[in-house]
Nanobody
Framework: QVQLVESGGGSVQAGGSLRLSCAAS????????MGWFRQSPGKEREGVAA???????SYDDSVRGRFTISKDNAKNTLYLQMNRLKAEDTAMYYC?????????????????????WGQGTQVTVSS
């Protein structure tokens, strides 16, 4: 049984940093497209960043240059380093995984065909 468990969320002031982690069990992440998604009350879920099986990364324009997605295959863990946080980054953050498209992250932004999801970790940024 595949499980994804996020951690690292919290409250921070604008301009600060947080590092989210997503630990996987029940599978190895090296063959997956992995993504970070976020959702705040009353808003649609949005894709934040993704990394494919070979390490190629994609970002939403709203976070490019501030957030960095990475993974450690040996630790079976996905990360999201978030710097220069803004109030509008406040949301529940989820990690997700899929093996469609051969582990590539084509059409990742909607998150619709991601198979596995974590329970989420809350990020709150105060201005």
């Amino acid at each position: 049984q595949v499980q994804l468990v996020e951690s690292g969320g919290g409250s921070v002031q604008a301009g600060g940093s947080l590092r989210l982690s997503c630990a996987a069990s029940g599978t190895t992440l090296s063959s997956y497209c992995m993504g970070w998604f976020r959702q705040s009350p009353g808003k649609e879920r949005e894709g934040v960043a993704a990394i494919d099986k070979d390490g190629s990364v994609s970002y939403d324009d709203s976070v490019r240059g501030r957030f960095t997605i990475s993974k450690d295959n040996a630790k079976n863990t996905l990360y999201l380093q978030m710097n220069r946080l803004k109030a509008e980054d406040t949301a529940m953050y989820y990690c997700a995984a899929r093996r469609t498209y051969g582990g590539r992250c084509a059409f990742w932004r909607s998150g619709d065909d991601f198979t596995y999801w974590g329970q989420g970790t809350q990020v709150t940024v105060s201005s």
